[in-house]
């Protein structure tokens, strides 16, 4: 009868001891890369004049609207470009941050890298951004006005790309999982400018 209980008791801690150790498991970091962005001032270095200047805004909350947003798309004088539309308190857009961090390090000297940070509270932006440092600034757009007009209605993230003579060639609804799925898109739908 002893060994019985015993045995049940052990079976209780066990099982105990395994869901503790899965509700732990879960507790981490949301699926977000914590390794640190790249060393951009190294790696973006000699970028030609429109993209240096945006890089120079790198990781500011900027404000102005479709207006100020579609100016800066124009000023890009004859560079493709690539939008990311998120909010600090989307999931899928945190832990997709790392990609775009990575790309816009590998390929900011023949694309530019623009962010749109849709409906969102701005304290909560820069304070997101604060640990998520990117290189190049996003337009805060609370009432999504940017991001509907960049066809980003079906949630966030989503991707826009802009061939060299500045129009829009495709969004994409949902996060690229690695850098070489982002960049084999900006090569399709920004560098080559076919139509999604």
């Known amino acids: 009868m002893k060994t019985a209980v015993h045995r049940h008791l052990l079976v209780f801690a066990l099982l105990c001891v395994a869901c503790t150790g899965l509700v732990l498991a879960g507790c981490g970091d ?3 890369d914590p390794s640190p962005a790249p060393d951009y001032a190294k790696k973006l270095a000699g970028a030609p004049a429109p993209l240096a200047s945006l890089y120079a805004q790198g990781n500011e909350l900027l404000s102005g609207g479709l207006d100020a ?3 800066r798309i124009a000023d890009l004088n004859g560079y493709p470009a690539v939008v990311n539309v998120w909010a600090s308190w989307c999931g899928p857009c945190r ?8 790309t816009a390090a590998s390929m900011g000297k023949k694309v530019g890298f623009l962010g749109v940070n849709a409906q969102d509270n701005d304290d909560a932006a820069k304070t997101f951004l604060s640990t998520h440092k990117v290189p190049y600034p996003s337009y805060t757009d609370p009432d999504a006005d ?5 066809g980003a209605t079906h949630g966030y993230p989503a991707t826009a790309f802009f061939d060299a003579q500045g129009k829009l060639t495709y969004t994409k609804s949902g996060p690229f999982e690695n850098q070489a799925e982002l960049e084999e898109a900006i090569r399709q739908y920004a560098i080559n400018g076919n139509t999604g």
């Open 146 to 150: 940017i991001a509907h007009d960049l």
């Open 95 to 102: 832990a997709e941050f790392p990609v775009f961090q990575k």
């Open 69 to 71: 947003f579609n100016e």
């Open 30 to 32: 949301n699926g977000e």
